[in-house]
């Protein structure tokens, strides 16, 4: 199936905090980077989810923001991925950041033109990627 989300994390679900509605299901990467996401425990159910299964967690480029890597982050999402900006695509309205990590995971962000130039973000810059659990979905093969 193709999708038109760009972010796709392919790993493994290391641990499962299941509670009576929903569950945290956390998927660690090939290169450890560790995601977090919170589905309902029918979707669980239904995907066969348990530790060491294949998981791919999946969230769209708008789903992610972004912070200066030079500041305190205390944030309430799970999910805060540091990455380089490897490539920034300009647009009328939105741009597209593409940061890498430094173990090779590529994330993709879609933000405003003005929030990059309040952010002076630019090629080069240590950046996090920042993802609300509840943003990410969680399929398998």
């Not at 796709?8 to 090939?30: F, M, R």
């Not at 979707?43 to 789903?63: D, R, W």
């Not at 647009?91 to 990059?116: H, P, Q, R, Y």
């Amino acid at each position: 199936m193709k999708i038109s989300a760009r972010n796709q994390i392919v790993g493994k679900v290391v641990e499962l905090k299941k509670g009576p509605v929903n569950s945290e299901v956390v998927v660690s990467a090939a290169n450890g980077e560790k995601i977090v996401s919170v589905v309902t425990n029918d979707a669980i159910e239904a995907l066969g989810l348990s530790i060491g299964a294949q998981a791919v967690c999946i969230f769209k480029a708008q789903s992610v923001l972004l912070a200066k890597a030079d500041i305190a982050l205390v944030v309430s999402a799970r999910n805060k991925i540091k990455g380089t900006i490897s490539e920034i695509k300009d647009g009328a309205v939105n741009c597209e950041v593409i940061l890498t990590t430094a173990f090779g995971l590529s994330v993709t962000a879609v933000v405003t033109e003005d929030a990059k130039k309040e952010l002076s973000l630019s090629k080069g810059d240590s950046v996090f990627a920042i993802i609300k659990a509840s943003s990410i979905l969680v399929g398998v093969n």
